[in-house]
């Protein structure tokens, strides 16, 4: 029960800017934010949150061309134990030091919605550990059959699409959806992200 007139409070506080007016005219100038995503690599998968910056430049009455950076503070970071036969592996595999850019072009709907679509490319490391070892051994030490330490840097590109609602003059929320492929994954990717537009 406290959190219903939290929630409302919110929601009102939502419609209240909605309702407001926007004078400068709309996606279009730099902006700064944070995006918290969802992601599965197939093998791999986890919640990043990431820093993203960019420029948005009007090119018609209607549509905009925008260039974007991004740099993830929160990388993937998943360990796991699954049975092989009769044995046992643990997996390790760090997904960090990421970092990218896009290019999206967007049509703008009335003063507050942009669709648009975005080309991105991403330079990342990944960190691979695989282990097999015995279930029960004595001691522990002898369980260990074998060791697979990997590790590569990678790149990526990938294509998305989404939609951006000007809550205010200033602050933004996006949500996009994206595909992207590079030599060793394929991935998924669900973001949504909160930004302030200068």
């Known amino acids: 029960m406290k959190r219903f007139p939290i929630t409302a409070a919110v929601v009102a506080t939502i419609f209240t800017f909605a309702a407001l007016p926007l004078s400068a005219e709309s996606f279009a100038g730099p902006y700064l934010g944070a995006e918290l995503a969802t992601e599965d690599f197939g093998s791999v998968e986890g919640t990043t949150t990431t820093l993203v910056g960019g420029w948005d430049f009007t090119v018609g009455p209607k549509w905009r061309l925008g260039v974007g950076l991004?740099?993830?503070?929160?990388?993937?970071?998943?360990?796991?134990?699954?049975?092989?036969?009769?044995?046992?592996?643990?997996?390790?595999?760090?997904?960090?030091?990421?970092?990218?850019?896009?290019?999206?072009?967007?049509?703008?709907?009335?003063d507050r919605w942009m669709a648009f679509a975005e080309l991105g490319y991403e330079t990342y490391d990944v960190d691979a550990v695989r282990v097999l070892r015995a279930p029960v051994c004595a001691p522990p030490t002898n369980c260990v059959i074998s060791r697979l330490d990997g590790s590569f840097d990678e790149s990526m590109t990938s294509l998305g699409v989404g939609v951006e609602w000007a809550v205010t003059e200033h602050a933004r929320l996006r949500a996009t959806f994206s595909r992207g492929e590079s030599d060793a994954f394929d991935r998924d990717r669900l973001s949504v992200s909160a930004s302030w537009a200068f």
């Not at 997904?95 to 709907?109: P, Y």
């Open 70 to 110: 991004r740099w993830t503070v929160e990388d993937i970071d998943e360990r796991r134990t699954e049975a092989l036969g009769a044995n046992v592996q643990d997996i390790s595999v760090s997904i960090e030091n990421r970092r990218g850019l896009s290019a999206r072009l967007g049509r703008v709907f009335g």
